[in-house]
Protein backbone atom coordinates (compact mmCIF):
# COMPACT_ATOMS: atom_id res chain seq x y z
CA UNK A 1 0.00 0.00 0.00
CA UNK A 2 2.82 2.66 0.43
CA UNK A 3 4.64 0.94 -2.38
CA UNK A 4 1.89 2.40 -4.29
CA UNK A 5 1.83 5.66 -2.56
CA UNK A 6 5.95 6.14 -3.42
CA UNK A 7 5.04 5.81 -6.95
CA UNK A 8 2.30 7.69 -7.44
CA UNK A 9 4.31 10.69 -5.76
CA UNK A 10 7.79 9.63 -7.82
CA UNK A 11 5.71 9.34 -11.25
CA UNK A 12 3.92 12.64 -10.69
CA UNK A 13 7.46 14.07 -10.15
CA UNK A 14 8.75 12.49 -12.81
CA UNK A 15 5.61 14.01 -14.76
CA UNK A 16 6.42 17.28 -13.37
CA UNK A 17 9.99 17.78 -14.70
CA UNK A 18 9.36 15.88 -17.82
CA UNK A 19 5.78 17.25 -19.37
CA UNK A 20 7.14 21.12 -19.89
CA UNK A 21 9.47 19.51 -22.39
CA UNK A 22 7.39 16.77 -24.14
CA UNK A 23 4.98 19.72 -24.67
CA UNK A 24 7.68 22.35 -26.15
CA UNK A 25 8.74 19.43 -28.65
CA UNK A 26 5.01 18.85 -29.90
CA UNK A 27 3.98 22.57 -29.57
CA UNK A 28 6.68 23.69 -31.56
CA UNK A 29 5.52 20.68 -34.41
CA UNK A 30 2.04 22.15 -34.14
CA UNK A 31 -0.17 24.30 -36.32
CA UNK A 32 0.06 28.00 -34.37
CA UNK A 33 -3.58 28.14 -33.18
CA UNK A 34 -3.26 24.44 -31.73
CA UNK A 35 -0.35 25.44 -29.20
CA UNK A 36 -2.44 26.77 -26.84
CA UNK A 37 -4.03 23.17 -26.39
CA UNK A 38 -1.46 22.11 -24.39
CA UNK A 39 -2.17 18.48 -25.49
CA UNK A 40 0.76 16.01 -26.99
CA UNK A 41 -0.50 15.29 -30.12
CA UNK A 42 -0.95 18.02 -32.79
CA UNK A 43 -3.91 17.43 -35.75
CA UNK A 44 -1.32 17.60 -38.45
CA UNK A 45 2.21 17.69 -37.80
CA UNK A 46 4.32 20.17 -39.81
CA UNK A 47 7.56 21.65 -39.25
CA UNK A 48 7.16 25.19 -41.15
CA UNK A 49 8.54 26.81 -37.49
CA UNK A 50 11.64 24.66 -37.75
CA UNK A 51 12.06 25.60 -41.49
CA UNK A 52 11.19 29.90 -40.64
CA UNK A 53 13.37 29.94 -38.15
CA UNK A 54 16.49 29.14 -40.45
CA UNK A 55 14.86 32.14 -42.41
CA UNK A 56 14.74 34.83 -39.72
CA UNK A 57 17.94 34.57 -37.74
CA UNK A 58 21.23 32.35 -38.51
CA UNK A 59 20.40 29.65 -36.08
CA UNK A 60 22.91 27.09 -38.34
CA UNK A 61 25.94 29.38 -38.11
CA UNK A 62 24.89 30.08 -34.08
CA UNK A 63 24.94 26.80 -33.84
CA UNK A 64 28.87 26.44 -35.68
CA UNK A 65 29.48 28.73 -33.23
CA UNK A 66 28.58 27.38 -30.08
CA UNK A 67 30.04 24.20 -31.14
CA UNK A 68 33.41 25.80 -31.80
CA UNK A 69 33.51 27.92 -28.73
CA UNK A 70 32.23 25.06 -26.07
CA UNK A 71 34.41 22.45 -28.03
CA UNK A 72 37.78 24.48 -27.87
CA UNK A 73 37.06 25.57 -24.87
CA UNK A 74 36.69 22.49 -23.26
CA UNK A 75 39.86 21.32 -24.89
CA UNK A 76 41.71 24.04 -23.99
CA UNK A 77 40.49 23.30 -20.02
CA UNK A 78 41.24 20.12 -20.42
CA UNK A 79 45.12 20.46 -21.50
CA UNK A 80 45.61 23.45 -19.26
CA UNK A 81 44.22 22.32 -16.10
CA UNK A 82 46.19 19.12 -16.26
CA UNK A 83 49.37 20.43 -17.03
CA UNK A 84 49.14 22.83 -14.28
CA UNK A 85 47.54 20.23 -12.03
CA UNK A 86 50.30 18.46 -13.08
CA UNK A 87 53.07 20.46 -11.77
CA UNK A 88 50.54 21.30 -8.20
CA UNK A 89 50.66 17.70 -7.40
CA UNK A 90 53.81 15.88 -9.01
CA UNK A 91 56.34 18.88 -9.40
CA UNK A 92 58.63 19.96 -6.62
CA UNK A 93 58.99 24.34 -7.11
CA UNK A 94 59.22 27.60 -5.38
CA UNK A 95 55.93 29.25 -5.51
CA UNK A 96 53.87 25.65 -5.68
CA UNK A 97 51.69 26.73 -2.46
CA UNK A 98 51.37 30.11 -3.42
CA UNK A 99 49.97 29.72 -6.23
CA UNK A 100 47.81 26.45 -5.02
CA UNK A 101 46.51 29.38 -2.40
CA UNK A 102 45.76 31.60 -4.99
CA UNK A 103 43.61 28.99 -6.90
CA UNK A 104 41.59 28.78 -3.91
CA UNK A 105 40.91 32.05 -3.26
CA UNK A 106 40.14 32.53 -6.69
CA UNK A 107 36.91 30.14 -6.52
CA UNK A 108 35.82 32.28 -3.95
CA UNK A 109 35.69 35.39 -5.70
CA UNK A 110 32.13 36.14 -7.17
CA UNK A 111 32.51 36.87 -10.88
CA UNK A 112 30.02 40.49 -10.52
CA UNK A 113 33.35 42.25 -9.48
CA UNK A 114 35.59 41.13 -12.17
CA UNK A 115 32.59 41.54 -15.14
CA UNK A 116 33.11 44.76 -15.88
CA UNK A 117 37.02 45.42 -15.97
CA UNK A 118 37.03 42.22 -17.97
CA UNK A 119 34.77 43.38 -20.43
CA UNK A 120 36.87 46.45 -21.32
CA UNK A 121 40.14 44.40 -21.46
CA UNK A 122 38.52 42.19 -23.46
CA UNK A 123 37.60 45.79 -25.86
CA UNK A 124 41.02 46.67 -25.44
CA UNK A 125 42.48 44.10 -27.02
CA UNK A 126 40.20 44.02 -30.08
CA UNK A 127 38.49 41.06 -28.97
CA UNK A 128 34.57 42.28 -29.41
CA UNK A 129 33.18 40.55 -31.85
CA UNK A 130 35.73 37.48 -31.42
CA UNK A 131 36.21 34.14 -30.74
CA UNK A 132 39.18 34.49 -28.40
CA UNK A 133 36.88 37.14 -26.79
CA UNK A 134 34.63 33.71 -25.88
CA UNK A 135 36.83 31.44 -25.25
CA UNK A 136 40.43 32.76 -23.86
CA UNK A 137 38.34 34.67 -20.23
CA UNK A 138 37.51 30.46 -19.61
CA UNK A 139 40.64 28.86 -20.69
CA UNK A 140 41.38 28.28 -17.32
CA UNK A 141 39.45 26.71 -14.00
CA UNK A 142 40.15 27.10 -11.26
CA UNK A 143 37.27 23.83 -10.36
CA UNK A 144 39.29 21.87 -13.20
CA UNK A 145 42.61 22.22 -11.87
CA UNK A 146 41.58 21.36 -8.31
CA UNK A 147 40.17 18.28 -9.80
CA UNK A 148 42.90 16.87 -11.83
CA UNK A 149 45.27 18.12 -9.17
CA UNK A 150 43.27 15.55 -6.33
CA UNK A 151 42.90 13.00 -8.74
CA UNK A 152 46.55 12.79 -9.99
CA UNK A 153 47.52 12.73 -6.45
CA UNK A 154 45.91 8.97 -5.88
CA UNK A 155 48.02 7.73 -8.98
CA UNK A 156 51.10 5.39 -7.75
CA UNK A 157 54.72 7.46 -8.33
CA UNK A 158 55.94 4.17 -9.36
CA UNK A 159 54.13 4.78 -12.66
CA UNK A 160 55.80 7.73 -13.00
CA UNK A 161 59.15 6.98 -12.07
CA UNK A 162 58.90 4.04 -14.46
CA UNK A 163 58.33 6.71 -17.51
CA UNK A 164 61.09 9.25 -16.13
CA UNK A 165 63.40 6.38 -16.24
CA UNK A 166 62.53 5.15 -19.90
CA UNK A 167 63.09 8.95 -20.63
CA UNK A 168 59.76 10.29 -21.20
CA UNK A 169 59.31 14.23 -21.21
CA UNK A 170 56.71 15.76 -19.13
CA UNK A 171 54.54 16.62 -21.24
CA UNK A 172 54.62 12.88 -22.30
CA UNK A 173 54.19 11.23 -18.98
CA UNK A 174 50.82 13.92 -18.64
CA UNK A 175 49.16 13.03 -21.99
CA UNK A 176 50.64 9.54 -22.58
CA UNK A 177 50.23 8.11 -18.95
CA UNK A 178 48.45 10.11 -16.56
CA UNK A 179 45.52 10.82 -18.88
CA UNK A 180 45.04 7.25 -19.70
CA UNK A 181 44.45 6.63 -16.09
CA UNK A 182 42.26 9.80 -15.14
CA UNK A 183 39.75 9.02 -17.30
CA UNK A 184 36.76 9.77 -14.47
CA UNK A 185 38.50 13.24 -14.00
CA UNK A 186 38.31 14.05 -17.62
CA UNK A 187 34.69 13.10 -18.14
CA UNK A 188 33.67 15.39 -14.97
CA UNK A 189 35.93 18.33 -15.97
CA UNK A 190 34.84 17.80 -20.07
CA UNK A 191 31.14 17.35 -19.22
CA UNK A 192 30.79 20.60 -16.85
CA UNK A 193 33.32 22.64 -18.90
CA UNK A 194 30.95 21.97 -22.26
CA UNK A 195 27.71 22.41 -20.35
CA UNK A 196 28.39 25.36 -18.61
CA UNK A 197 30.26 27.02 -21.93
CA UNK A 198 27.19 25.57 -24.14
CA UNK A 199 24.50 27.07 -22.07
CA UNK A 200 26.40 30.27 -20.89
CA UNK A 201 24.50 33.60 -21.77
CA UNK A 202 25.41 36.77 -20.19
CA UNK A 203 29.42 36.73 -21.24
CA UNK A 204 28.15 36.34 -24.86
CA UNK A 205 25.55 38.90 -24.69
CA UNK A 206 28.11 41.25 -23.39
CA UNK A 207 31.36 40.36 -25.99
CA UNK A 208 29.25 39.83 -29.33
CA UNK A 209 27.36 42.21 -31.06
CA UNK A 210 27.77 41.01 -34.63
CA UNK A 211 24.88 38.81 -35.41
CA UNK A 212 27.07 35.93 -37.61
CA UNK A 213 29.23 35.35 -34.60
CA UNK A 214 26.84 34.52 -31.64
CA UNK A 215 26.08 31.52 -29.98
CA UNK A 216 22.82 29.79 -30.15
CA UNK A 217 21.96 30.75 -26.08
CA UNK A 218 22.79 34.11 -27.01
CA UNK A 219 20.70 33.81 -30.39
CA UNK A 220 17.61 32.56 -29.03
CA UNK A 221 17.51 34.95 -25.72
CA UNK A 222 18.21 38.25 -28.50
CA UNK A 223 15.09 36.21 -30.68
CA UNK A 224 12.49 35.93 -27.41
CA UNK A 225 13.40 39.16 -25.56
CA UNK A 226 13.66 41.17 -28.99
CA UNK A 227 10.48 41.49 -30.33
CA UNK A 228 11.55 39.53 -33.20
CA UNK A 229 9.37 36.64 -32.34
CA UNK A 230 6.57 38.41 -32.32
CA UNK A 231 3.27 36.68 -31.09
CA UNK A 232 4.38 33.75 -33.04
CA UNK A 233 5.36 31.45 -29.97
CA UNK A 234 5.84 28.20 -32.44
CA UNK A 235 8.99 30.04 -33.79
CA UNK A 236 10.30 30.87 -30.24
CA UNK A 237 9.66 27.18 -29.26
CA UNK A 238 11.44 25.88 -32.43
CA UNK A 239 14.72 27.71 -31.12
CA UNK A 240 14.18 27.07 -27.78
CA UNK A 241 13.90 23.50 -29.06
CA UNK A 242 17.14 23.37 -30.98
CA UNK A 243 18.61 25.27 -28.13
CA UNK A 244 17.87 22.68 -25.81
CA UNK A 245 18.10 19.31 -28.74
CA UNK A 246 22.36 18.71 -28.41
CA UNK A 247 22.25 18.85 -24.85
CA UNK A 248 19.43 16.66 -24.18
CA UNK A 249 20.53 14.26 -26.48
CA UNK A 250 24.19 14.59 -24.88
CA UNK A 251 22.54 13.82 -21.55
CA UNK A 252 20.06 10.96 -22.76
CA UNK A 253 23.05 9.32 -23.92
CA UNK A 254 25.71 10.02 -20.99
CA UNK A 255 23.08 10.21 -18.70
CA UNK A 256 25.09 8.44 -15.98
CA UNK A 257 28.31 10.69 -16.43
CA UNK A 258 26.43 13.72 -15.98
CA UNK A 259 24.97 13.41 -12.48
CA UNK A 260 28.07 11.45 -11.45
CA UNK A 261 30.06 14.42 -12.62
CA UNK A 262 27.86 16.90 -11.17
CA UNK A 263 27.49 15.17 -7.77
CA UNK A 264 31.34 14.59 -7.34
CA UNK A 265 31.82 18.75 -8.29
CA UNK A 266 28.70 19.93 -6.43
CA UNK A 267 28.79 22.88 -7.94
CA UNK A 268 26.84 24.53 -11.30
CA UNK A 269 26.66 27.50 -12.92
CA UNK B 1 68.80 22.76 -15.63
CA UNK B 2 66.19 22.58 -17.69
CA UNK B 3 64.33 20.66 -15.75
CA UNK B 4 63.89 22.95 -13.36
CA UNK B 5 62.26 25.15 -15.88
CA UNK B 6 59.21 22.28 -16.25
CA UNK B 7 56.90 23.45 -13.64
CA UNK B 8 56.87 27.24 -14.66
CA UNK B 9 56.17 26.50 -18.16
CA UNK B 10 53.39 24.27 -16.93
CA UNK B 11 51.54 27.23 -14.18
CA UNK B 12 52.69 30.22 -16.76
CA UNK B 13 49.25 29.90 -18.12
CA UNK B 14 47.40 29.86 -14.96
CA UNK B 15 49.94 33.36 -13.69
CA UNK B 16 49.51 35.08 -16.96
CA UNK B 17 45.51 34.34 -17.06
CA UNK B 18 45.20 35.03 -12.92
CA UNK B 19 47.36 38.54 -13.69
CA UNK B 20 45.16 39.47 -16.97
CA UNK B 21 41.38 38.32 -15.84
CA UNK B 22 41.74 38.03 -12.17
CA UNK B 23 44.48 40.39 -11.09
CA UNK B 24 43.55 43.09 -13.07
CA UNK B 25 40.21 43.14 -13.59
CA UNK B 26 40.18 43.78 -9.35
CA UNK B 27 42.42 46.32 -8.92
CA UNK B 28 41.29 48.40 -12.04
CA UNK B 29 37.49 47.58 -10.53
CA UNK B 30 38.56 49.71 -7.72
CA UNK B 31 40.20 52.08 -9.73
CA UNK B 32 37.05 52.81 -11.66
CA UNK B 33 34.55 53.17 -8.71
CA UNK B 34 36.06 56.58 -8.09
CA UNK B 35 36.14 57.77 -12.47
CA UNK B 36 33.03 58.38 -14.07
CA UNK B 37 33.26 56.42 -17.57
CA UNK B 38 31.28 55.27 -20.90
CA UNK B 39 34.33 53.71 -22.45
CA UNK B 40 34.20 56.54 -25.46
CA UNK B 41 35.05 59.75 -23.78
CA UNK B 42 38.40 59.79 -21.15
CA UNK B 43 37.99 59.03 -17.78
CA UNK B 44 36.96 61.27 -15.44
CA UNK B 45 37.81 61.14 -11.85
CA UNK B 46 34.90 61.83 -9.58
CA UNK B 47 36.28 60.57 -6.06
CA UNK B 48 33.28 59.07 -4.06
CA UNK B 49 30.29 60.49 -5.42
CA UNK B 50 29.83 56.68 -7.15
CA UNK B 51 29.67 55.28 -3.71
CA UNK B 52 27.15 58.58 -2.74
CA UNK B 53 25.08 57.63 -5.71
CA UNK B 54 24.84 54.30 -4.93
CA UNK B 55 23.67 54.42 -1.55
CA UNK B 56 21.19 56.99 -2.74
CA UNK B 57 20.27 54.70 -5.53
CA UNK B 58 16.53 53.16 -4.73
CA UNK B 59 16.75 51.45 -7.70
CA UNK B 60 20.22 49.11 -6.33
CA UNK B 61 18.57 48.59 -3.36
CA UNK B 62 15.08 47.26 -4.51
CA UNK B 63 17.40 45.14 -7.01
CA UNK B 64 19.43 44.06 -3.86
CA UNK B 65 16.30 43.63 -1.87
CA UNK B 66 14.57 41.23 -4.87
CA UNK B 67 17.26 39.55 -4.64
CA UNK B 68 17.10 38.38 -1.29
CA UNK B 69 13.32 37.63 -1.52
CA UNK B 70 14.70 35.40 -4.26
CA UNK B 71 16.46 33.29 -2.57
CA UNK B 72 14.09 33.27 0.84
CA UNK B 73 11.82 31.44 -1.55
CA UNK B 74 13.68 29.58 -3.25
CA UNK B 75 16.68 28.02 -0.64
CA UNK B 76 14.02 26.43 1.71
CA UNK B 77 11.46 25.22 -1.28
CA UNK B 78 14.35 24.02 -3.07
CA UNK B 79 15.61 21.86 -0.05
CA UNK B 80 11.84 20.63 0.84
CA UNK B 81 11.35 19.43 -2.25
CA UNK B 82 15.44 17.97 -2.78
CA UNK B 83 15.16 16.18 0.82
CA UNK B 84 11.61 15.01 0.16
CA UNK B 85 12.34 13.59 -3.34
CA UNK B 86 15.59 12.15 -2.11
CA UNK B 87 14.26 10.26 1.06
CA UNK B 88 11.67 8.53 -1.60
CA UNK B 89 14.03 7.55 -3.69
CA UNK B 90 16.61 6.03 -0.97
CA UNK B 91 13.14 3.46 -0.22
CA UNK B 92 13.24 -0.16 -2.19
CA UNK B 93 11.64 0.58 -5.30
CA UNK B 94 12.30 0.13 -8.88
CA UNK B 95 12.85 2.36 -12.32
CA UNK B 96 15.15 4.55 -9.59
CA UNK B 97 17.20 5.57 -12.55
CA UNK B 98 15.02 6.69 -14.74
CA UNK B 99 13.06 9.05 -11.93
CA UNK B 100 16.67 10.08 -10.31
CA UNK B 101 17.60 10.73 -14.59
CA UNK B 102 14.13 12.74 -15.45
CA UNK B 103 14.57 14.71 -12.42
CA UNK B 104 18.17 15.77 -13.28
CA UNK B 105 16.52 16.85 -16.80
CA UNK B 106 16.17 20.83 -16.12
CA UNK B 107 19.71 21.07 -14.86
CA UNK B 108 21.02 20.31 -18.12
CA UNK B 109 18.84 22.21 -20.37
CA UNK B 110 20.36 26.05 -20.89
CA UNK B 111 18.14 28.71 -18.95
CA UNK B 112 16.99 30.62 -21.61
CA UNK B 113 15.18 27.03 -22.70
CA UNK B 114 13.63 26.71 -19.03
CA UNK B 115 12.67 30.36 -19.46
CA UNK B 116 11.12 30.40 -22.32
CA UNK B 117 8.98 27.22 -21.25
CA UNK B 118 8.02 28.89 -18.18
CA UNK B 119 6.41 31.87 -19.88
CA UNK B 120 4.24 29.83 -21.78
CA UNK B 121 3.14 28.21 -18.32
CA UNK B 122 2.54 31.19 -16.24
CA UNK B 123 0.51 32.74 -19.08
CA UNK B 124 -2.27 34.78 -17.33
CA UNK B 125 -5.01 33.64 -19.63
CA UNK B 126 -4.14 30.25 -21.50
CA UNK B 127 -1.13 29.26 -19.47
CA UNK B 128 -1.30 25.65 -18.27
CA UNK B 129 -0.92 26.90 -14.28
CA UNK B 130 -4.00 29.00 -14.38
CA UNK B 131 -6.25 26.40 -16.11
CA UNK B 132 -5.71 24.21 -13.23
CA UNK B 133 -6.46 26.89 -10.73
CA UNK B 134 -9.49 27.54 -12.94
CA UNK B 135 -10.20 24.10 -13.07
CA UNK B 136 -9.99 23.22 -9.31
CA UNK B 137 -11.96 27.14 -8.79
CA UNK B 138 -9.23 29.16 -7.71
CA UNK B 139 -9.04 32.51 -9.26
CA UNK B 140 -6.11 33.24 -11.70
CA UNK B 141 -2.96 34.28 -10.62
CA UNK B 142 -0.72 37.16 -12.57
CA UNK B 143 2.15 35.12 -12.17
CA UNK B 144 4.74 37.11 -13.85
CA UNK B 145 2.63 40.36 -14.55
CA UNK B 146 1.76 41.05 -10.65
CA UNK B 147 4.47 42.39 -8.77
CA UNK B 148 4.11 40.51 -5.66
CA UNK B 149 3.91 36.99 -7.89
CA UNK B 150 6.65 37.92 -10.03
CA UNK B 151 9.90 36.96 -8.36
CA UNK B 152 8.00 34.29 -6.21
CA UNK B 153 7.68 32.70 -9.75
CA UNK B 154 10.92 32.72 -10.66
CA UNK B 155 11.65 31.57 -7.84
CA UNK B 156 9.53 28.77 -8.34
CA UNK B 157 11.04 28.41 -11.74
CA UNK B 158 14.26 28.37 -10.73
CA UNK B 159 13.45 25.36 -7.60
CA UNK B 160 12.46 23.34 -10.68
CA UNK B 161 15.37 23.81 -12.85
CA UNK B 162 17.84 23.07 -10.12
CA UNK B 163 16.30 20.63 -7.75
CA UNK B 164 17.55 17.87 -9.72
CA UNK B 165 21.00 18.49 -8.88
CA UNK B 166 20.51 19.03 -5.13
CA UNK B 167 18.26 15.73 -5.10
CA UNK B 168 21.88 13.75 -6.29
CA UNK B 169 23.46 15.74 -3.78
CA UNK B 170 21.15 14.38 -0.79
CA UNK B 171 21.41 10.84 -2.44
CA UNK B 172 25.04 10.84 -1.74
CA UNK B 173 24.33 12.17 1.66
CA UNK B 174 21.62 10.06 2.67
CA UNK B 175 24.06 6.85 2.03
CA UNK B 176 26.82 7.82 4.74
CA UNK B 177 23.83 7.42 7.57
CA UNK B 178 24.66 4.30 9.06
CA UNK B 179 21.74 1.84 8.50
CA UNK B 180 22.47 0.25 12.00
CA UNK B 181 20.24 3.64 13.64
CA UNK B 182 17.23 3.32 11.60
CA UNK B 183 17.49 -0.52 12.68
CA UNK B 184 18.02 0.30 16.26
CA UNK B 185 15.10 3.16 16.13
CA UNK B 186 12.76 0.19 14.61
CA UNK B 187 13.57 -1.61 17.59
CA UNK B 188 12.40 0.73 19.91
CA UNK B 189 9.02 0.79 17.79
CA UNK B 190 9.99 4.47 16.09
CA UNK B 191 7.56 6.13 13.60
CA UNK B 192 8.85 7.22 9.74
CA UNK B 193 8.61 10.95 10.83
CA UNK B 194 10.60 10.44 14.34
CA UNK B 195 13.11 8.66 11.98
CA UNK B 196 12.92 11.11 9.71
CA UNK B 197 13.42 14.31 12.16
CA UNK B 198 15.26 12.39 14.75
CA UNK B 199 18.20 10.75 12.24
CA UNK B 200 18.35 12.15 9.20
CA UNK B 201 17.64 15.21 9.48
CA UNK B 202 20.65 15.94 12.30
CA UNK B 203 22.92 13.47 10.09
CA UNK B 204 21.94 15.15 6.72
CA UNK B 205 22.91 18.70 7.89
CA UNK B 206 26.39 19.16 6.70
CA UNK B 207 24.68 18.45 2.75
CA UNK B 208 22.15 20.74 4.07
CA UNK B 209 24.59 23.88 4.45
CA UNK B 210 26.48 22.73 1.29
CA UNK B 211 23.12 23.06 -0.77
CA UNK B 212 22.18 26.97 1.23
CA UNK B 213 25.73 28.28 0.27
CA UNK B 214 25.73 26.58 -3.33
CA UNK B 215 22.33 28.26 -3.72
CA UNK B 216 23.57 31.27 -2.31
CA UNK B 217 25.97 32.02 -4.63
CA UNK B 218 23.67 30.49 -7.43
CA UNK B 219 21.04 32.83 -6.72
CA UNK B 220 22.84 36.07 -6.45
CA UNK B 221 23.59 35.61 -9.66
CA UNK B 222 20.35 35.20 -11.02
CA UNK B 223 20.37 37.19 -14.29
CA UNK B 224 18.93 35.47 -17.47
CA UNK B 225 15.37 34.34 -15.82
CA UNK B 226 14.49 37.75 -15.38
CA UNK B 227 16.07 39.32 -18.58
CA UNK B 228 14.13 36.84 -21.18
CA UNK B 229 10.71 36.42 -18.45
CA UNK B 230 9.76 39.85 -17.39
CA UNK B 231 12.81 42.60 -18.70
CA UNK B 232 13.10 42.97 -14.47
CA UNK B 233 9.26 44.17 -14.23
CA UNK B 234 6.50 44.56 -13.73
CA UNK B 235 7.38 47.56 -11.70
CA UNK B 236 10.94 46.53 -11.21
CA UNK B 237 9.70 43.74 -9.15
CA UNK B 238 11.99 41.31 -11.16
CA UNK B 239 14.87 43.12 -11.28
CA UNK B 240 18.12 41.26 -9.93
CA UNK B 241 21.31 42.70 -8.51
CA UNK B 242 23.49 40.95 -12.16
CA UNK B 243 20.81 42.58 -13.98
CA UNK B 244 20.93 45.95 -12.93
CA UNK B 245 24.68 46.22 -13.08
CA UNK B 246 23.86 44.37 -16.26
CA UNK B 247 21.86 47.84 -17.41
CA UNK B 248 24.06 50.00 -15.90
CA UNK B 249 26.59 48.66 -17.93
CA UNK B 250 26.11 47.88 -21.55
CA UNK B 251 23.00 49.78 -21.75
CA UNK B 252 23.93 53.46 -19.92
CA UNK B 253 27.58 52.21 -20.37
CA UNK B 254 28.14 53.67 -16.92
CA UNK B 255 31.07 51.94 -16.58
CA UNK B 256 32.76 53.51 -13.26
CA UNK B 257 29.29 53.22 -11.12
CA UNK B 258 28.73 49.55 -13.14
CA UNK B 259 31.91 49.05 -11.54
CA UNK B 260 31.05 50.23 -8.22
CA UNK B 261 27.95 48.22 -7.85
CA UNK B 262 29.90 45.20 -9.28
CA UNK B 263 32.36 45.73 -6.21
CA UNK B 264 30.31 46.39 -3.54
CA UNK B 265 27.58 43.11 -4.33
CA UNK B 266 30.47 41.07 -5.07
CA UNK B 267 31.89 42.13 -1.12
CA UNK B 268 28.02 41.39 0.28
CA UNK B 269 28.38 38.25 -1.61
CA UNK B 270 31.39 37.43 0.09
CA UNK B 271 29.82 38.44 3.61
CA UNK B 272 27.15 36.55 3.50
CA UNK B 273 28.85 33.20 2.34
CA UNK B 274 31.60 34.02 5.32
CA UNK B 275 28.69 34.37 7.52
CA UNK B 276 27.05 31.23 6.46
CA UNK B 277 30.20 29.38 6.45
CA UNK B 278 31.20 30.99 10.20
CA UNK B 279 27.51 29.53 11.17
CA UNK B 280 28.35 26.04 9.69
CA UNK B 281 32.07 25.68 11.22
CA UNK B 282 30.32 26.85 15.15
CA UNK B 283 28.15 24.02 14.27
CA UNK B 284 30.07 21.70 14.16
Partial sequence: ?269 | MKKKFVPYLFVAPYIIHFLLFVGFPVGFSIYLTFHDWNIISPMEFIGLANYERLFNDTLFWKSLKNTLIFLLIHIPLQIIVALFLAELLTQKIKLKNFFRASYFMPVVVSGVVITILWQQLYGFESGLLNRLLTYIGIKKIGWLTDPNWAMPSIAIMATWKNVGLYIVLFLVGLQTIPQQYYEAAELEGATHLQKFFKITLPMINPTIFMVVILSTIGGFSLFIEPYVMTGGGPLNSTLSAVLYIYKQGFFYYHMGYAATLGFFFAFIILLVVFIQKKFVEREY
Avoid at chain 1, 41 to 70: C, E, Q, R
Avoid at chain 1, 130 to 136: D, Q, T
Avoid at chain 1, 152 to 176: M, N, T, V, W
Avoid at chain 1, 233 to 248: D, H, N, Q, S
Wanted: hydrophobic letters at 55%.
Fill in chain 1, 1 to 269: MKKVLYYSVLILGSFIFLYPFIWMLSASISPENEIGNLIFLPSNVNFSNYLLIFDKIPIDKAFINSIFVSVSTTLGVLIFSSMIGYALSRLEFKGRDLIFYIIIFTMTLPFQITLIPQYILIVKFGWVDSYAGLIVPYLINAFAIIMFRQYFKSIPQDLIDAARIDGCSELRIIFGILWPNSIPAIITVGIITFMNTWNEVLWPLIVIRDESKMTMPQLVTLFAVGGRAESQLGLKLAAATLLALPIVIAYVIFQKYFIQSMASSGLKE
